[in-house]
């Protein structure tokens, strides 16, 4: 439900995630069960959105500044969004890092960095469950 003042509630993130480590990119398929009263707008950074459905339909989309503007109208239900990205040195969303004479892929979502990772909600006071596989 709803809450006064919120145009999108997200319950549930469910992220299927397939990183390419060599190649430093990830290609993602995101389902976010929400409701919202308008267009879906979503916090997006650096992604490349490929597709956006939902409830049987297929929706266009404009990625602006940083936002993903879904042009769904009012929505109940499985947003699926299939995106890819970059992973860079940068210590924000997810990023390489040194360690032990090599490498690893690592996350800071601190403050509002989870957008870097996958379009979301990407405000502290707005919780949701989180799947990732």
Request: hydrophobic share 40%.
């Amino acid at each position: 439900m709803l809450a006064e003042g919120m145009a999108t509630h997200v319950e549930r993130y469910d992220l299927f995630l397939d990183v390419f480590f060599r190649d430093l990119r990830f290609d993602g398929k995101l389902f976010i069960t929400l409701e919202s009263k308008e267009d879906v707008v979503l916090d997006s950074v650096g992604l490349r959105v490929s597709n956006v459905s939902g409830n049987g339909k297929t929706f266009d989309f404009e990625e602006k500044g940083d936002s993903l503007l879904v042009k769904s109208g009012p929505f109940k239900g499985m947003l699926e969004v299939q995106y890819s990205g970059t992973i860079p040195e940068a210590l924000a969303g997810i990023y390489k890092a040194p360690f032990d004479g090599t490498y690893i892929i690592t996350t800071n979502f601190e403050a509002a960095n989870a957008r870097r990772l996958l379009p979301c909600i990407d405000h502290p006071q707005c919780k949701a469950e989180f799947k990732l596989t």
